[in-house]
């Protein structure tokens, strides 16, 4: 199976910072690769497809980058809500698997 | 507007058998498939199987192979996920999502069935 990695496993922001977190996969996975965010409670939510492909009705402020084994989700002007932990998935070969998860917390 | 709804929780026994149900509504559910995902406290998410709703195809995550069964009745858009011989290693939130597992995404959820394995 595919491992994904992500870093930082936790980060603590304020109102109105920008954000990176970053993935890694085991093997290259071209730019087939999803990022979720997850609030207590609640599934995950789809936040970008394919990379960098801004799921219908996301804000723009969430914007995602990079292909082959690295990758990055981006949030500029972190809003009250998008306090939450996100997380990725590679959808390149069977089984989909997902990363640990980054949690954004407030500073 | 596009809706997975999820059977309520469920308490089972070690050995036992459990059946989640997720009702879809708000588009074409022959076009799509639908996965199964679950989450065990703390954890990351698992996938665990994906079932085409207009083929009936299906593929399964190799560590639950033998133990799980997805199905679909397309004449009501309900998808159906059955895990037997229950270990506490299975107590999780089991979600449906809309979408294929690979080359694709998961698109929309439904709300999570808790699922608690315990003697």
């Known amino acids: 199976d595919i491992q994904m990695t992500q870093s930082p496993s936790s980060l603590s922001a304020s109102i109105g910072d920008r954000v990176t977190i970053t993935c890694r996969a085991s093997q290259s996975i071209s730019s087939y690769l999803n990022w979720y965010q997850q609030k207590p409670g609640k599934p995950p939510r789809l936040l970008i497809y394919a990379a960098s492909s801004l799921q219908s009705g996301v804000p723009s402020r969430f914007t995602g980058s990079g292909s082959g084994t690295d990758f990055t989700l981006a949030i500029s002007g972190l809003q009250p809500e998008d306090f939450a932990t996100y997380y990725c998935?590679?959808?390149?070969?069977?089984?989909?698997?997902f990363g640990g998860g980054t949690k954004v917390d407030i500073k | 507007q596009i809706q997975l709804v999820q059977s309520g929780a469920e308490v089972k026994k070690p050995g036992a058998s459990v059946k989640v149900s997720c009702k879809s509504s708000?588009?074409?559910?022959?076009?799509?498939?639908i996965s199964w995902v679950r989450q065990a406290p703390g954890q990351r998410p698992e996938w665990l199987a994906w079932?085409?709703?207009?083929?009936?195809?299906?593929n399964y995550a190799q560590s639950l192979q033998g133990r799980l069964t997805v199905t679909t009745d397309t004449s009501t858009s309900t998808a159906y996920m059955e895990l037997v011989s229950l270990r506490s290693d299975d107590t999780a939130v089991y979600y449906c999502?809309?979408?294929?597992?690979?080359?694709?995404?998961?698109?929309?959820w439904g709300q999570g069935t808790l699922v608690t394995v315990s003697s």
């Open positions: 998935q590679q959808s390149f070969i069977l089984p989909p698997t």
């Open positions: 999502a809309r979408g294929i597992p690979v080359a694709g995404k998961l698109d929309y």
């Open positions: 079932l085409s709703a207009y083929t009936r195809n299906t």
């Open positions: 708000g588009y074409t559910f022959a076009n799509y498939g």
